[in-house]
């Protein structure tokens, strides 16, 4: 399929919803009745990055869900937004109301993970499951990836957006830190468009620039995966440049008391190349939840 063709078949597959005066886009797969899981999504992706990940979960008797975060994606980019994890957090709640959704498995992803922890810090009682995958807990230690660090400078921000949104740029950078090589080039090019998106990657660059990487922040984050009030597990690509296994998973399964950390081989984006292997794990924390 063409760029165009993809992205015009992400749209046909959602639906737009309003969440704290917010317009936004959810995609839903698998039967109305069954154990929701909310899948959320880090940078520089969009509920996009989730389409093969949702059918796997339909197969497995449970009802995806995944919607794009202010600033990404298909959402709206309102320039006074709080694009912070706080401000993120307390959206991505609010959305949980607006679709519906009492009690959810969560699936967090690279900043989705700090965005999850808001959500279940603020109502743990909303929480079934986590899934991490290749994210941050302990954010006060976090580093960028070089590939990431200059957005999130005031002034080597919109220099280095206007290099990596270069098609060819991009998707050297992707396929480096990102995706394996079975993945076409035109879904890599459609993560660009929607993260570039109506607004010129602005909010994006307002995103990269709110990090909260305090140690008030760890601390909560290792409470909301530490927790005995639900299971947690994790899921991480071996291969991963950006948060690597050895540091950024370790830090992890310390916080979330696992013995060991299940990996496959893939790099960041493991929703790309690894599909069925996350829907596995989630139901299988499904199974086990309390």
Known sequence: MSVDELLAAHRQAGREFTAAGVRSFVREQGPIDAEPVVCLHGVPASSFVYRAVL?????????????????????????????????????????????????VHLVVHDIGGPVGFEVAAAAPDRIRSILLLNTIVAVDTFRRPWVMEPFAHALAGPAWLATAQLPLVFRTLMRTIGVGRDVPSPAIEAHLRLLIGDDAGRAFLRIM????????????????????????????????PALPLRTYGTQARLAARRDNIPTVPGKHFLQEDFPAEIAAAVATLAGTAF
């Open 209 to 240: 620039r709110s990090f909260e990487r305090t140690t008030e922040k760890r601390r909560r984050y290792e409470a909301v995966v530490g927790t005995d009030a639900y299971p947690v597990d994790l899921l991480w690509g071996s291969k991963d």
């Open 55 to 103: 059918p796997e979960l339909e197969r497995r008797g449970l009802r995806g869900t995944a919607f794009d975060l202010p600033g990404l994606g298909l959402a709206a980019r309102p320039e006074d937004f709080d694009y912070s994890w706080t401000g993120l957090g307390g959206w991505a709640t609010a959305a949980l109301d607006a679709l519906g959704l009492d009690r």
